[in-house]
């Protein structure tokens, strides 16, 4: 870990020195898979979790997966459209919906697989 040389302040708390650390907040809110991901990083890996979010990598590691997952519904989606096209969806709108669902679900769990549970 290649820490930068920081100017740290310290309090005085009893007999105690604890460092003035503050965590940097996030100016983009997560999405659904970034968040997923740190959920599953806090309740099976605490220890990585913790080391990340207090060495600043975190949130850098969260958006670049929710960014990963989202391009590859959308090419998976595309993919799976070519491979299986939809009905007609003013003929049979029920249809139509009940295949995107299908389609939607198929690609999802792949990414949840291959991405967020990993």
């Known amino acids: 870990m ?23 907040q996030p100016k983009i809110p997560l999405g659904k898979y970034g968040r997923m991901r740190r ?3 806090k309740q099976h890996h605490p ?3 913790n080391s990340m979010l207090l060495n600043g990598t975190l949130y850098p590691h ?4 929710e960014q990963t997952a989202e391009s590859r519904m ?11 096209p ?8 029920m249809s139509w919906v009940r295949h995107m669902n299908s389609l939607r679900a198929q ?8 991405l967020i549970y990993s």
């Open 74 to 84: 959308q090419q998976m989606m595309t993919e799976l459209l070519k491979q299986n």
């Open 86 to 93: 939809a009905p007609d969806k003013e003929k049979n709108q």
């Open 62 to 65: 969260l958006m670049e997966l």
């Open 39 to 41: 959920n599953y990083l």
């Open 47 to 49: 220890v990585l979790y």
């Open 2 to 24: 290649n820490m930068k040389n920081r100017n740290v302040t310290y309090s005085t708390i009893g007999d105690y020195q604890l460092p003035n650390l503050t965590l940097s």
């Open 107 to 114: 690609t999802e769990e792949i990414i949840l697989t291959e």
